[in-house]
């Protein structure tokens, strides 16, 4: 074995965080690590780093026995990881922020064109080329999770720890990295790979170990499993399988005609955009990020202003309204990105559940603060909501526990007309199944819900009609019942439909 | 108007930038490291306080200059130690030493001279005027360019000097690592919190020069606040030259002409309130050339979420 832990136990006062927890790597392995939020995954994966220190419990490299005090040790002991928030300097080049740290330097210089060189080299060698002279800031984040693991290859990692590498990539530049991943690994590479998408680990790993309050519920190899038996390991119990009715569509809710946004660029953000949402129907939006789902979202929600088409809400024509005045009209919002828009990180969790509600729970100005806990301490228990109380600060949740933040306060608007960004984002497999049981739910009830999101399994589970878009335009709508993963793939790359 | 732009303008224009300059290169690395230092106008004030100090119990320049360093540094190890150890916020931290040194000075005046408002005494020594070789032979530029304190030459040293070492060296890539991404940065093993005080301890040596230029370069003497705001105007240049060494000289440049400027059309007649304004005028025309420049925000945002 190249790697064992063993008997790791991590406890932050009364909490336990890792309980007798026993991993193990071979050389050239692929392994994941799976659970849900909370389960202890990412501080494993701390403790390996070096940047927590375990209660109890050793590491053993290569048979002897070692221990990490920052994560310097670790590097040094040749493991490299790929945090989950990208750990890059945006201004600076690739090759500077690959060779930081270990620069190549002539006396007291910096010898920037040596660093190129290595970088180039490096590229070559693993077979992910990159630009080495190309500012950070202004490369795709699938080339940016490149620039990382380059990094860390360039700090003579054996072992590389990916945390959920996939979270912010499109479909695409997913591919390519499992590619890579896998050249690495016959390579002699081993890698650890901590992520919620079970279809994604299957595909990649090994072996698989999965982690459930602190504890290892299973450790077992890939092709033995499949993603059903993984789910029912991390959740502990059979997930439902949920079906949607068919209901009859209702009046439409939602109407937009000939959404045009120019923008800056050549080609416009939005393209004469129509389309329609009608009581109690899920219509889903597919496309990879940047194709005008994000501009949709907003010339809808008023938070952007349209150039030319109408925007009518039950019937009414919201076009160019204010935000506030569109939302209280019967418009909900789950966003696409829940940092920028979603909450305030300093908030506190009440707070941030307040949000949009505050008008419910005021008198003469003044809130009401009783009122206001017993409605988001009601969310927080619905939906398993891991945090330290009410009035934790909002960034110290993880981001799946946020996302059931966002997804509560959303639907307790309760409007008539809901649209869902990217609602599953960052949860794993248990909220995921609440939230799409509540997103279900509304719909049964005669809600319109327009999902935009860029999981096709996840357009495909719960729409009743799915739109695609590709380069601010919508290309194809297919009917839930007859869409398939690949026709709907040839649309987003930009294809013909064929039949 | 052949009066006003004369050799003499543009030679007490290169004197009067000095303090700017040399306070603004400091500004510049803290602001390299995500530090916006605010207490820039108390540093210089502590820095020509104390070299006057020196000055009146040891006599000699050398040693003046080193003791206006000292006291410096020791001041903005005050702003390091509260700014990054303690966490407190950088600005109201800033603002506050400034007041400190308001206080502390005027204080020490009398405390330590027993005068009031101001003190000068004809023992003291100023700092040499160095005379360039060839270049004091050169017509108009020999006037401008030759004849000032080595502080005047040494600021122009140091422009280079911090633009090499910022964007040559391997410290200086370490340092604009740790300003742009902190916890990216720690995540590497560079010892961001190291770096930082290296940064501030060395705006406290540059606003101790900066310090002694003011008291005992241009006139040898110290009066109450007598910086009058160029610590402000110096956190305008290194704004104006986006904490980039040469863009900070240009920007210090324009303010200590302004400086120069304003002194010289007091000679035209014109209400000694009314041209004093002028530095601050051009001052507020530049802020509207500083719109949101990016990487200091960065660097500032960055900063906030690694605490």
Same mark, same amino acid.
Request: glycine share 12%.
């Given at each position: 074995?190249?790697?064992?832990?063993?008997?790791?136990?991590?406890?932050?006062?009364?909490?336990?965080?890792?309980? /007798?927890?026993?991993?193990?790597?071979?050389?050239?392995?692929?392994?994941?690590?799976?659970?849900?939020?909370?389960?202890?995954?990412?501080? !494993?994966?701390?403790?390996?780093?070096?940047?927590?220190?375990?209660?109890?419990?050793?590491?053993?490299?290569?048979?002897?026995?070692?221990?990490?005090?920052?994560?310097?040790?670790?590097?040094?002991?040749?493991?490299?990881?790929?945090?989950?928030?990208?750990?890059?300097?945006?201004?600076?080049?690739?090759?500077?922020?690959?060779?930081?740290?270990?620069?190549?330097?002539?006396?007291?210089?910096?010898?920037?064109?040596?660093?190129?060189?290595?970088?180039?080299?490096?590229?070559?060698?693993?077979?992910?080329?990159?630009?080495?002279?190309?500012?950070?800031?202004?490369?795709?984040?699938?080339?940016?999770?490149?620039?990382?693991?380059?990094?860390? !290859?360039?700090?003579?990692?054996?072992?590389?720890?990916?945390?959920?590498?996939? %979270?912010?990539?499109?479909?695409?530049?997913?591919?390519?990295?499992?590619?890579?991943?896998?050249?690495?690994?016959?390579?002699?590479?081993?890698?650890?790979?901590?992520?919620?998408? !079970?279809?994604?680990?299957?595909?990649?790993?090994?072996?698989?170990?999965?982690?459930?309050?602190?504890?290892?519920?299973?450790?077992?190899?890939?092709?033995?499993?499949?993603?059903?038996?993984?789910?029912?390991?991390?959740?502990?119990? $059979?997930?439902?399988?949920?079906?949607?009715?068919?209901?009859?569509?209702?009046?439409?809710?939602?109407?937009?005609? %000939?959404?045009?946004?120019?923008?800056?660029?050549?080609?416009?953000?939005?393209?004469?955009?129509?389309?329609?949402?009608?009581?109690?129907?899920?219509?889903?939006?597919?496309?990879?990020?940047? /194709?005008?789902?994000?501009?949709?979202?907003?010339?809808?929600?008023?938070?952007?202003?349209?150039?030319?088409?109408?925007?009518?809400?039950?019937?009414?024509?919201?076009?160019?309204?204010?935000?506030?005045?569109?939302?209280?009209?019967?418009?909900?919002?789950?966003?696409? $990105?829940?940092?920028?828009?979603?909450?305030?990180?300093?908030? #506190?969790?009440?707070?941030?559940?307040?949000?949009?509600?505050?008008?419910?729970?005021?008198?003469?100005?003044?809130?009401?603060?009783?009122?206001?806990?017993?409605?988001?301490?009601?969310?927080?228990?619905?939906?398993?909501?891991?945090?330290?109380?009410?009035? #934790?600060?909002?960034?110290?949740?993880?981001?799946?526990?946020?996302? +059931?933040?966002?997804?509560?306060?959303?639907?307790?608007?309760?409007?008539?007309?809901?649209?869902?960004?990217?609602?599953?984002?960052?949860?794993?497999?248990?909220?995921?199944?609440?939230?799409?049981?509540?997103?279900?739910? +509304?719909?049964?009830?005669?809600?319109?819900?327009?999902?935009?999101?860029?999981?096709?399994?996840?357009?495909?589970?719960?729409?009743?009609?799915?739109?695609?878009?590709?380069?601010?335009?919508?290309?194809?709508?297919?009917?839930?019942?007859?869409?398939?993963?690949?026709?709907?793939?040839?649309?987003?790359?930009?294809? +013909?439909?064929?039949? | 108007?052949?009066?006003?732009?004369?050799?003499?303008?543009?030679?007490?224009?290169?004197?009067?930038?000095?303090?700017?300059?040399?306070?603004?290169?400091?500004?510049?690395?803290?602001?390299?490291?995500?530090?916006?230092?605010?207490?820039?106008?108390?540093?210089?004030?502590?820095?020509?306080?104390?070299?006057?100090?020196?000055?009146?119990?040891?006599?000699?320049?050398?040693?003046?200059?080193?003791?206006?360093?000292?006291?410096?540094?020791?001041?903005?190890?005050?702003?390091?130690?509260?700014?990054?150890?303690?966490?407190? /916020?950088?600005?109201?931290?800033?603002?506050?030493?400034?007041?400190?040194?308001?206080?502390?000075?005027?204080?020490?005046?009398?405390?330590?001279?027993?005068?009031?408002?101001?003190?000068?005494?004809? $023992?003291?020594?100023?700092?040499? +005027?160095? $005379?360039?070789?060839?270049?004091?032979?050169?017509?108009?530029?020999?006037?401008?360019?030759?004849?000032?304190?080595?502080?005047?030459?040494?600021?122009?040293?140091?422009?280079?000097? !911090?633009?090499?070492?910022?964007?040559? #060296?391997?410290?200086?890539?370490?340092?604009?690592?740790?300003?742009?991404?902190?916890?990216?940065?720690?995540?590497?093993?560079?010892?961001?919190?190291?770096?930082?005080?290296?940064?501030?301890?060395?705006?406290?040596?540059?606003?101790?020069?900066?310090?002694?230029?003011?008291?005992?370069?241009?006139?040898?003497?110290?009066?109450?606040?007598?910086?009058?705001?160029?610590?402000?105007?110096?956190?305008?240049?290194?704004?104006?030259?986006?904490?980039?060494?040469?863009?900070? @000289?240009?920007?210090?440049?324009?303010?200590?002409?302004?400086?120069?400027?304003?002194?010289?059309?007091?000679?035209?007649?014109?209400?000694?309130?009314?041209?004093?304004?002028?530095?601050?005028?051009?001052?507020?025309?530049?802020?509207?050339?500083?719109?949101?420049?990016?990487?200091?925000?960065?660097?500032?945002? @960055?900063?906030?979420?690694?605490?």
């Amino acid at each position: 074995m190249l790697l064992q832990m063993n008997n790791i136990t991590k406890s932050y006062g009364n909490v336990t965080a890792n309980s /007798n927890v026993a991993f193990s790597l071979r050389k050239g392995e692929i392994h994941a690590l799976v659970g849900e939020n909370g389960a202890g995954k990412t501080t !494993l994966m701390r403790i390996l780093y070096g940047m927590e220190n375990p209660t109890s419990g050793e590491i053993r490299l290569e048979g002897k026995p070692v221990s990490f005090s920052s994560p310097e040790d670790a590097i040094s002991h040749k493991i490299g990881m790929v945090h989950q928030h990208f750990m890059l300097f945006p201004t600076f080049t690739i090759a500077e922020n690959i060779v930081i740290g270990r620069e190549p330097s002539s006396g007291i210089g910096f010898d920037r064109k040596a660093a190129a060189a290595v970088t180039e080299q490096l590229g070559r060698q693993f077979g992910m080329p990159v630009d080495p002279w190309k500012k950070v800031g202004e490369c795709s984040l699938g080339l940016q999770q490149r620039v990382e693991i380059l990094k860390v !290859l360039h700090q003579g990692a054996e072992i590389i720890i990916l945390d959920e590498p996939t %979270g912010v990539l499109t479909p695409l530049e997913v591919k390519e990295l499992l590619i890579a991943i896998k050249g690495l690994a016959t390579q002699g590479k081993s890698f650890i790979l901590i992520s919620h998408k !079970l279809q994604e680990i299957m595909e990649v790993a090994d072996r698989i170990t999965v982690l459930r309050d602190g504890k290892v519920t299973g450790t077992v190899e890939a092709k033995d499993t499949d993603a059903e038996k993984l789910s029912r390991l991390m959740v502990g119990r $059979d997930l439902v399988h949920m079906s949607r009715n068919e209901i009859p569509a209702g009046k439409p809710v939602l109407e937009a005609a %000939g959404i045009t946004i120019a923008g800056s660029k050549t080609k416009p953000l939005l393209d004469g955009v129509s389309l329609h949402v009608d009581e109690g129907e899920i219509v889903g939006i597919a496309g990879i990020s940047g /194709n005008g789902q994000s501009e949709l979202i907003q010339a809808i929600s008023g938070l952007m202003k349209v150039d030319t088409g109408s925007v009518k809400l039950l019937g009414q024509d919201i076009t160019g309204e204010q935000v506030k005045a569109i939302r209280e009209r019967g418009l909900a919002h789950i966003p696409e $990105d829940r940092y920028q828009w979603g909450v305030a990180k300093d908030a #506190t969790v009440a707070e941030n559940g307040l949000m949009g509600h505050a008008d419910r729970h005021q008198r003469y100005g003044v809130l009401r603060g009783s009122g206001i806990r017993r409605m988001v301490g009601e969310w927080v228990s619905r939906f398993g909501i891991k945090t330290g109380s009410l009035s #934790t600060k909002a960034q110290y949740l993880s981001g799946g526990n946020l996302q +059931k933040l966002i997804v509560a306060r959303e639907l307790a608007q309760n409007t008539p007309f809901l649209i869902a960004a990217e609602p599953t984002r960052g949860v794993d497999v248990g909220a995921m199944e609440i939230i799409h049981g509540e997103l279900l739910k +509304k719909r049964d009830a005669g809600g319109a819900i327009l999902l935009i999101s860029s999981e096709l399994t996840e357009i495909l589970k719960l729409s009743d009609r799915i739109l695609v878009m590709f380069e601010g335009r919508i290309v194809g709508e297919l009917n839930a019942d007859n869409a398939t993963e690949e026709h709907i793939s040839l649309l987003m790359a930009g294809g +013909k439909a064929v039949g | 108007m052949d009066h006003l732009f004369d050799v003499s303008l543009f030679a007490s224009t290169l004197r009067l930038v000095t303090p700017i300059l040399l306070a603004a290169l400091g500004g510049a690395i803290c602001a390299r490291v995500g530090l916006f230092n605010v207490g820039l106008e108390g540093l210089i004030l502590i820095g020509a306080f104390s070299a006057i100090v020196g000055n009146h119990f040891t006599g000699d320049v050398f040693a003046s200059i080193i003791f206006a360093i000292l006291c410096s540094v020791l001041f903005s190890m005050l702003f390091g130690y509260m700014s990054i150890h303690l966490r407190a /916020n950088v600005i109201v931290v800033g603002i506050a030493l400034n007041f400190l040194a308001l206080g502390l000075t005027t204080f020490s005046l009398r405390a330590i001279f027993d005068v009031k408002g101001a003190y000068y005494n004809k $023992d003291m020594v100023g700092l040499p +005027k160095w $005379d360039i070789p060839v270049i004091k032979d050169i017509p108009w530029l020999g006037d401008v360019i030759s004849g000032h304190s080595p502080l005047v030459y040494l600021s122009i040293l140091l422009v280079i000097a !911090l633009h090499l070492f910022l964007f040559k #060296t391997v410290t200086g890539f370490r340092l604009l690592a740790a300003g742009e991404n902190p916890t990216a940065a720690k995540s590497l093993g560079i010892k961001v919190t190291r770096i930082q005080y290296g940064a501030v301890l060395m705006c406290g040596v540059l606003c101790g020069l900066a310090g002694s230029q003011l008291s005992l370069g241009n006139v040898t003497m110290f009066t109450e606040g007598m910086t009058s705001g160029r610590g402000f105007i110096a956190l305008v240049a290194t704004m104006l030259g986006q904490s980039n060494p040469i863009g900070v @000289a240009a920007s210090s440049l324009l303010f200590g002409f302004m400086d120069a400027l304003s002194i010289r059309l007091q000679g035209f007649a014109l209400p000694t309130h009314f041209t004093m304004m002028l530095p601050y005028v051009v001052t507020i025309a530049a802020m509207l050339f500083f719109k949101d420049k990016g990487y200091m925000q960065e660097a500032r945002k @960055a900063n906030e979420s690694s605490r």
